[in-house]
């Protein structure tokens, strides 16, 4: 999921306390993960191509990371996305809250991702509210290979693009599953915020390459 557009938008922007709560446990679960996989932090600068200084800010909590810096930090892991948000793994009744939610932005807020479904090792399944701003174009780079989106539109009209295959254009309740081993774009074609449902299911438990 990452770049381009306009106005900040969607279910209320995380409040301060939750976008420190964010940083902080995405910089305990990149700690552990790091270290789990036996990589090196100069290693993952270079292989996710973020500036180090600014992974360091990320890894310290010192910085709140952008959706593009998570995904960028996911594939170079070798990890599911959700390992890199959740705080813990949970067991039982688990309910959400909307005014609780802890969503990640886009750098420029047109694109919210809300977690709904906290990652579980066991269930390599993960399923997210997005909301995109008005002709908000997001592009996303290659997931891990194997990696499968299937979406379905909530409220709005989207283009989705994966790969090189033609535009395809998504009205209310229309749906789509797709590969997203490949870079693919969500773009809001309206004037209104547009809303999604976004499921992620990966083949398998990759191998961290942070090595």
């Known amino acids: 999921m990452s770049q381009n557009s306009t106005a900040p938008i969607g279910f209320a922007k995380p409040r301060r306390s939750s976008t420190e709560q964010l940083a902080v446990t995405v910089a305990e679960r990149l700690k552990r993960l790091i270290g789990r996989k036996g990589g090196s932090f100069e290693r993952l600068a270079e292989l996710s191509g973020i500036d180090p200084d600014e992974l360091l800010r990320i890894e310290r909590g010192a910085e709140t990371p952008k959706i593009g810096h998570l995904w960028r930090i996911a594939n170079a892991l070798g990890v599911p996305f959700g390992s890199l948000v959740a705080s813990k793994e949970r067991q039982g009744v688990l309910v959400i809250r909307k005014n609780e939610a802890q969503a990640i932005g886009s750098a420029d807020g047109a694109f919210l991702s809300r977690p709904l479904f906290p990652y579980d090792s066991q269930r ?56 997203a081993d490949v870079p693919h774009s969500y773009r809001n074609l309206g004037t209104a915020p547009a809303a999604l449902y976004l499921v992620m299911s990966y083949e398998a438990p990759a191998e961290g390459v942070c090595s």
Do not use: C, M, W
């Open 124 to 179: 390599p399944v993960e399923f997210y509210h997005v909301v995109l701003a008005p002709s908000h174009i997001e592009r996303a780079e290659a997931h891990a290979p194997g990696t499968k989106e299937n979406l379905v539109v909530a409220k709005g009209l989207i283009e989705i693009v994966v790969g090189r295959e033609p535009p395809v254009q998504l009205d209310e309740g229309d749906a789509i599953d797709f590969l």
